[in-house]
């Protein structure tokens, strides 16, 4: 199993995107008036390039979240502590099969988006507690624990951190991030 985790954590090395982008810190007004959204703070809607589809802009706050997620989901395959939740989407990878993958970082990015304040997308996936349902979720092994939460929040900080984002705006994430231990863990 352990050798099937690390191919797959391999696997998804190649697939994911790691450059680096650099945030703003600060958390100010608008030129409008109106408070800035941790989104905003993220690079907001500033048009950028799209590294994930060449030739196409992306707001850059939905840029920095998916490069984060992805970094996340690589540190996650590599993480023993929780990757066995995992073993769906790990085995998917290892054959080859990166659909499930692809699902995941975008509904992860759409997620974030909408919790970080993005105006211009949605969430069309689970709610957090059927996703962390194996009842609901098959692709959820096993129902998680407060430690394995704990792990997964030390993953993100760690894929946050991958993408240089500032320990004030993981901070932020963190209090979004902590509003859902209730519904994710379930045992
Ligand atoms: C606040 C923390 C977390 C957030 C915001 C979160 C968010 C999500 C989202 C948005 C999905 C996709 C749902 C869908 O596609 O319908 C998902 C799936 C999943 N989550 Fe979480 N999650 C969190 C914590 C955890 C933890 C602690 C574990 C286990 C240790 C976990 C394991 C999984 C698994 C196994 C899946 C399915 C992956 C797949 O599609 O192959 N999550 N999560």
Avoid: W
């Avoid at 050798?3 to 650099?22: G, L």
């Avoid at 030129?31 to 941790?38: A, E, I, K, Q, V």
């Amino acid at each position: 199993m352990k050798k099937h985790i690390t191919r797959a954590a391999v696997a998804i090395a190649a697939i994911a995107f790691t450059c680096s982008m650099s945030f703003m810190t600060s958390c100010k007004k608008k030129d409008s008036g109106t408070t800035m959204t941790l989104y905003d703070s993220l690079g907001g809607t500033t048009m950028v390039d799209d590294p994930y589809n060449p030739g196409q802009k992306v707001e850059a706050g939905r840029l920095g979240i998916h490069k984060v997620v992805d970094s996340t989901i690589l540190v996650i395959a590599g993480d023993t502590a929780i990757n066995s939740y995992f073993t769906v989407l790990l085995a998917e990878v290892t054959s080859g099969n990166t659909s499930g993958f692809t699902a995941l970082s975008k509904n992860l990015t759409d997620f974030f988006c909408v919790a970080t304040g993005a105006k211009n997308f949605t969430y069309g996936g689970k709610s957090m507690t059927a996703a962390h349902d194996p009842a609901q979720n098959s692709r959820m092994s096993a129902k998680a624990d407060n430690g394995d939460f704990d792990a997964f929040v030390t993953d993100l900080v760690a894929g946050a951190h991958k993408n240089g984002l500032s320990d004030v705006l993981i901070g932020r994430i963190g209090t979004i991030v902590g509003t859902l231990r209730t519904q994710v863990v379930q045992r």
